[in-house]
Every structure is written in C-alpha cells, then in structure tokens.
C-alpha cells in the first residue's frame, strides 16, 4: 500500500521561511520523481518543483531562487524548502510520488 504523507505547512510572515517534509512509502522511492503542488482558493493545482532519481530538478518560475527541492533516499522523504515567502505563496502544498500517488496537503499561509 502506497502512503504519500506531507509535513511541516503552517502560518508564517512575508519574507518568513517553512521546509515542508513528504514522506512515501510503497513505492521505489530512490528512482522514482517526487513532486511538489499547490493549490491555492479558486485556482487549479500547479507545480511548484519535481527532484529525479539522479537529484536533477525542475523549478516554476514564480518559486526559483525561493524555494530548494532536496531529497533524502535513506529516509524515504522529500523536502521543500521555502525561503522569503510571499502572499501569494498561501495554497495547500501536495506531494505527488512516482507521477501518480498524491498526499493529502499540507496548509502553508503567508499573512502579517
């Protein structure tokens, strides 16, 4: 049975950092792509980051240079590291494993 867990989401000021966590399990998680999502009120979900099996990553360009894709294969867990957090960061951030298996999102808000 596949588990896509995230954590680490919560409320933080403009220019605040967060490092969320995706823990996986059931899958080959050493070769497979790990991604991070958001969904933010009333828009569609968008990628934020994906990481490969060879550590070669891909960044949105509203998050590069802000936000660190990392991924530690002995632990089974992806980070996202979130640096200088603006207000239009707020979204609940998802992990997706393996292009196909989806955590249930963590809540990042971004308020004063």
């Known amino acids: 049975q596949v588990q896509v867990v995230e954590s680490g989401g919560g409320l933080v000021q403009p220019g605040g950092s967060l490092r969320l966590s995706c823990a996986a399990s059931?899958?080959?998680?050493?070769?497979?792509?790990m991604g991070w999502y958001r969904q933010a009120p009333g828009k569609e979900r968008e990628l934020v980051a994906l990481?490969?099996?060879?550590?070669?990553?891909n960044y949105a360009d509203s998050v590069k240079g802000r936000f660190t894709i990392s991924r530690d294969n002995a632990k089974n867990t992806v980070y996202l590291q979130m640096n200088s957090l603006k207000f239009e960061d707020t979204a609940v951030y998802y992990c997706?494993?393996?292009?196909?298996?989806w955590g249930q999102g963590t809540q990042v808000t971004v308020s004063s």
């Open positions: 997706r494993g393996a292009w196909k298996y």
């Open positions: 059931g899958i080959i998680f050493s070769i497979s792509t």
């Open positions: 990481i490969v099996s060879d550590d070669s990553t």
